[in-house]
């Protein structure tokens, strides 16, 4: 009919509406132009621009279908809110003029449907037009009443596309919310639109009958009470369920379920959707009835749920949802406490289960936020006159229950390979944080861990209920910020679709940027705590952490990419790791030579007459494990020789080893979590420009105006502790030890033992022995790390250059402890 508008205008408008949520400053800019974009009372006689209104709205909201509308309603609020005490209301005048043209538009276009050339055209704006009234309905249903007839007779389009199901469902929305506020409605309307919605509850599926149930909900409570009517449909298919479990009690292998299956997945489906909207415990239904209905619906419902096919479990726990939406309290017999946990914390369970469990919990949760809104509108209504509001009270009271009885297998859905069953968990939290249901502290971490997500609605999600908890209760974030990463590696190593590679702690993106940032940038502005979260990180690194090597590379790799600001943040952990270096390094070699000694003294225990003769041979092995273990600087050798030189100090370690290789594989596992923090340091050196002299002058007493300087980044400076990928991917830990293995873990114990005697610069040394120390320590990092030499040795940022201080290359030393 129209032309439609301009594809462009219709994309910024997108673009421009979604943002009604930001900041203040732009959530007033985007009221005021839709303001005058849509909500302007145009002039009666300007029929044209009131069509290119029109059409500009219904192409936005159609654009919009994928992705909801949340938009349209929170602005139409914002709107409408501003001009309550207004004297003179132009939005609510635009609104009447919108809402009656949008009833113009579909008249048009259902006339229009029989041109067959344009027939997919005029449907998908018919839907447009429709779905709009809607949203308008939902915000002010009172425009819609004098249309309500109107819309009615929608309800009998004959259904072949889905564009036809979408005109039904939202003028059954429409109907649901308008019919009630209708003075004196005609009987025969009334009788019209129940007759129409049983038969569309009759014949069509799911979708169609979920909301056509909630229309007759709301006009037979609320306006005809005309309970015989559903009495008899909720009889039909309980009737139904009831004979087809009485059949299969009696012969489980009979053929009958399996012949009669699209009726009983109707029958379950339906039988729930009525006890949703229909209290048959009410003497208006049973009569003077003694028999418990809302008991029997649940016995007859929960025997469904044990079915052999899954898709007769879903319908079963779909109807379970819908009745336990009346009646909440069914949630706390035991029989569903056991099903509802068992599902979700049975790692082989239907991943479909256990998303319909987790939707049953979301809607219900819905449903009480809706109600307890209500209450609150009608409260204020009544405000003047009573002192105390107990409905929402008792209701919150409830949900809180409950939710604390499921709390914990939500929560551990977050651990979970499918993104939908996360995208589910998620949603539940944060409608029981929203709702104040729960003590927020029990979810940070899973909430920090969710925060690591692939997919960025979700991580955003979990960042958004973080930073709300962080606003009301300063301190929690903090508190469990370790657990909330270990628990992130959890929630990775679940995710990870290839077990065989290690997980890392870094998107795999052009940022590079931390799986955690989130987490470091909401703690990194108190000193004293982003102070006590990276030493605890640190802490974890310890020889005595025990700590396995795959999460050790997960926290090294966020280390390496956190988003620090300032000097002091990575001058702080790399001074702390040369701290941990020269205790846990010490350990490590002293264990590993242990081990040696007591091992070889059980291979041979010498009779009294060999003692003398023992003696002589440990002490010949005692020497040349010390001529390995000397210094390099104090062996008398040319640099033409040492690489022979090194060839027998493995060997002469070689012939010391015992025959148990237990101790070389601990060696190996241990030693991972020093190889990480040398490379983590290396790594900052590079990221930042550091100088040794700037990271040995650092001491974090000083005051935090020191080193409150901007860090230089480098670009192209990334972290890959090559050493520790192939051990992990080589699964060394539990691999056979070949003459080659054990001969490269002789060599790293020899390096390491290099790099523990030059750790600290002895100062006493002439100027050429002390370089010579350097070198060692240099060497000793380069084979270490695989080769990758230590850069950037001089100083390269302002403040480095300023110093003036004596610029070695490699690790800095450790103050003597």
Known sequence: IEQPTFPKITEMCVKMIRRVNDEEGIKKLVNETF?????????????????????????????????????????????????????????????????????????????????????????????????TLFLFSKIRPQLMVKHAMTMQPYLTTKCSTQNDFMVICNVAKILELVVPLMEHPSETFLATIEEDLMKLIIKYGMTVVQHCVSCLGAVVNKVTQNYKFVWACFNRYYGALSKLKNQHQEDPNSTILTANKPALLRSLFTVGALCRHFDFDQEDFKGNSKVNIKDKVLELLMYFTKHSDEEVQTKA??????????????????????????????????????????????????????????????????????????????????????????????????????????????????LTLNQGLIHPVQCVPYLIAMGTDPEPSMRNKADQQLVEIDKKYAGFIHMKAVAGMKMSYQVQQAINTCPKDPVRGFRHDE???????????????????????????????????????????????????????????????????????????SNLLQS?????????????????DEESESDSNSGSESESEEEASKPRRLRKRVDSDSDSDEENDINAVMKCLPENSAPLIEFANVSQGILLLLMLKQHLKNLCGFSDSKIQKYSPSESAKVYDKAINRKTGVHFHPKQ?????????????????????????????????????????????????????????????LGGGSPKNNAAETEDDESDGEDRGGGTSGVRRR
Not at 44 to 62: G, P
Not at 543 to 551: I, L, P, Q, R
Not at 592 to 608: L, Q, T
């Open 35 to 131: 303001q005058k974009l849509w909500f302007t009372p145009t002039p009666h006689h300007d029929k044209e621009a009131m069509t290119r209104k029109i059409l500009n709205i219904t192409d936005v909201v159609a654009a919009c279908r994928d992705t909801g509308y949340d938009w349209f309603e929170q602005l139409l609020q914002n709107l409408l809110k501003s001009e309550e005490d207004a004297s003179y209301k132009p939005v609510k005048k635009a609104c009447t003029q919108l809402v009656d043209n949008l009833v113009e538009h579909i008249l048009k276009y259902e006339e229009s449907l029989s041109d067959s050339d344009n027939k997919g055209v005029n449907s998908g704006r018919l839907v447009a037009c429709i779905t």
């Open 317 to 430: 726990i779909i109807g379970l949802g819908f009745a336990f939406i009346q009646h909440p309290s069914l949630m706390f017999e035991q029989e569903v406490k056991t099903l509802y946990n068992s599902i979700l914390s049975d790692k082989n369970c239907s991943v479909n289960l256990k998303i319909q469990v987790l939707k049953n919990l979301q809607t219900y949760l819905q449903e009480e936020d809706t109600r307890m809104q209500q209450a609150d509108r009608d409260w204020k209504k009544v405000a003047k006159q009573e002192d105390l509001k107990e409905m929402g009270d008792i209701s919150s009271g409830m949900s809180s229950s409950i939710m604390q009885l499921y709390l914990k297998q939500v929560l551990e859905a977050f651990f979970h390979n499918q993104s939908s069953v996360r995208h589910f968990a998620l949603n539940v939290i944060a």
């Open 511 to 585: 940022s590079s940027s931390a799986l955690c940032s989130h987490l470091y940038s909401m703690i990194r502005g108190n000193r004293q705590h982003r102070r006590a979260f990276l030493i605890s990180l640190l802490n974890l690194f310890d020889d005595t952490a025990k700590t396995e090597v795959n999460m050790l590379l997960y926290i090294a790799d966020n280390l390496a990419c956190f988003p620090y600001q300032t000097q002091e943040e990575p001058l702080f952990i790399m001074h702390h790791i040369d701290i941990t270096l020269s205790v846990s390094g």
């Open 724 to 784: 520790t990928l192939d051990f992990l991917r080589s699964d060394m830990a539990n691999s056979k030890i070949t003459e080659e293995v054990k001969r490269s873990i002789v060599k790293q114990y020899l390096d390491f033992k290099l790099l523990m005697e030059h750790l600290d610069p002895d100062e006493e040394e002439e100027d050429g022995e002390v370089s010579a120390s350097t070198n060692a320590r240099n060497k000793a990092i380069t084979s270490l």
């Open 592 to 608: 590993f030579k242990e081990s040696m000694v007591k091992d070889k003294k059980k291979e041979r225990k010498p009779s009294s």
